[in-house]
């Protein structure tokens, strides 16, 4: 059979209209106009600028639990009307003032990003967020919408635990001008609120760290959260064009409306700079779709020019490794503590 797609007209549009705030600064006055317009674009884009503050929300400290050199607090927060976040806070032994913020990737929620067995009450590995709090790092990890605690009623249950709503969510939230993503990052920011009212840090030094979508709502929530002071990703950074618009099964919180049409993954990196930055990818993840690791040093190259704009080439860093969609977190923990100490 001959089968009749869109996909070549998919393209054909994307080349057509992409990138309406394509990042064009040449120097520090012209960057922070084109921040300002490409900003709030992308927040109408993905819906940022349309959800509902919650006046004087307090976190409600559900449970906690100590492990070696570290308490495990379990909080939820109401971050819009009727919409709650939950969230581990893994306080330090012996805080150093910083903090990061450790949103989650798909296949799980934040147990299973901080380590925790699915009962919660065992670590079954050393991982990034754990490691950071035994270094006296603040570590706060919430479950996205969709995801964990939030998985809405068709994935909600025993043995769910690593599916998420998120292509739910997108159908429903769509056609409301509003997207899962968008969400994400408004919780984001709600949980930096939190974080930065502990006595023990300071609010200057909270930075963000994610794998795969994890990486996504780091980008996203740095882009648009100027308090953001160090932006980690991991498995994401990667051209719109190759990875989405040709690989349209990916989870829906990948996807708003009009996004390709305002910026493209490299304007969103431009959006962190002069902030410290560093991107982690493997040359062989398939998510980055059939151009592999030239679309995310295409993407690097865009965000590259505004650090160098901005007199900050040194604050951004690009790692390659030889392995496909995982961590590795080589170099990580000396760029966080040269720039969080
Ligand atoms: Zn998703």
Redesign the pocket.
């Known amino acids: 059979m001959t089968y009749y797609t869109t996909e070549e007209y998919m393209k054909l549009r994307f080349d057509r209209f992409a990138r309406r705030y394509a990042y064009d600064a040449s120097d520090k006055d012209s960057h922070e106009r084109w921040y300002e317009k490409a900003s709030a674009a992308l927040s109408s884009a993905i819906g940022l600028d349309r959800c509902i503050p919650v006046e004087g929300a307090q976190a409600q400290l559900l449970d906690e639990a100590a492990f070696d050199g570290f308490v495990r607090r379990h909080y939820v927060m109401e971050t819009e009307p009727t919409v709650f976040m939950t969230f581990y806070l893994l306080v330090p032994e012996h805080p150093n003032g910083a903090a990061m913020l450790n949103p989650h990737g ?1 296949g799980g929620a934040k147990e299973a990003c901080l380590g925790f067995s699915p009962d919660e009450k065992t670590l079954e590995y050393e991982s990034f967020g754990v490691s950071l709090c035994r270094r006296g790092y603040y570590v706060a990890a919430p479950d ?1 919408r ?1 995801s964990g605690e939030r998985r809405e009623r068709g994935q909600q249950g025993e043995g769910k635990e690593s599916q ?1 709503s ?1 292509r739910e969510m997108l159908n429903a939230c769509i056609c409301l001008g509003i997207t ?1 993503i968008g969400g994400m990052v408004w919780d984001l920011m709600r949980l930096f609120d939190f974080v930065g009212s502990i006595d023990d840090v300071d609010e200057r030094r909270i930075g963000c760290a994610g794998m795969s ?1 994890g990486g996504e709502q780091t980008i996203y929530f740095s882009a648009l959260d100027r308090r953001v002071a160090l932006a980690i990703t991991s498995g994401y950074f990667y051209g719109f064009r190759d990875a989405l618009l040709l690989q349209p099964a990916n ?4 996807f708003a409306p009009h996004l390709y049409e305002t910026v493209d993954m490299g304007d969103i990196g431009a959006m962190i700079a002069p902030r410290p930055f560093f991107i982690e990818s493997g040359v062989n993840d398939r998510l980055a779709g059939a151009s592999g690791i030239e679309n995310v040093r295409s993407q690097f190259k865009i965000a590259e020019s505004a650090y160098e704009n901005l007199g900050a080439r040194d604050n951004i860093e690009l790692h390659v490794h030889q392995g496909g969609h995982v961590w590795v977190g080589e170099f990580m923990d000396d760029f966080i503590d040269r720039h969080l100490l």
């Open positions: 798909h996205a969709g998420n998120h899962p979508g989870c829906g919180c990948n």
